[in-house]
């Protein structure tokens, strides 16, 4: 069973919101189940800071071995910091995909649109397929 963490926010397309300490920012990356379903990953395609997403819009896409997928903003808002360290090394979001496997901090336009996305007991149903 993949690790599905209680404190975060998921989407049906396997994306969390995960809070960053400041108000109103939030992570953003894939979930340890879709690591896992992806496989080795090889590559990501990340926007800038600044660059503003709809929800469900792609903000990105992500290459393993095995396929390429795109990433979807989970709420809207704007990007405020890219995490750097996905550039020399993307396997980090396969060693530590709610950790330092985070992809982009996104600066959410309303809060209520955070609280409608799955909680982790709802997205624990959905990878049961229940």
């Known amino acids: ?3 599905v963490p209680a404190d ?5 397309d396997h994306e969390y919101l995960k809070p960053s300490g400041k108000a109103g920012v939030y992570l953003v990356g ?3 189940y879709a690591q896992g379903e992806l496989g080795d990953i090889v590559f990501l395609d990340l926007p800038k800071p600044g660059a503003k997403f709809k929800a469900h819009d792609t903000f990105g896409s992500i290459e393993a071995v ?12 704007e990007v405020v910091e890219v995490n750097p360290a996905l550039e020399g090394d993307p396997a980090i979001v396969n ?3 709610f950790g330092d496997g985070w992809m982009i901090k996104l600066k ?3 809060e209520s649109d955070v609280a409608a996305l799955l909680d982790a007991a ?3 149903k959905l990878l049961s397929g229940n």
């Not at 975060?8 to 049906?12: E, P, Q």
């Not at 095995?66 to 808002?77: E, I, Q, W």
């Open 8 to 12: 975060l926010r998921y989407t049906k």
């Open 1 to 3: 069973m993949a690790n």
């Open 30 to 32: 894939i979930t340890d």
């Open 108 to 110: 959410v336009a309303a």
């Open 122 to 124: 709802a997205y624990g």
């Open 95 to 97: 060693r530590d995909a």
């Open 66 to 77: 095995k396929a390429v997928s795109d990433l979807y903003c989970p709420v809207a808002g």
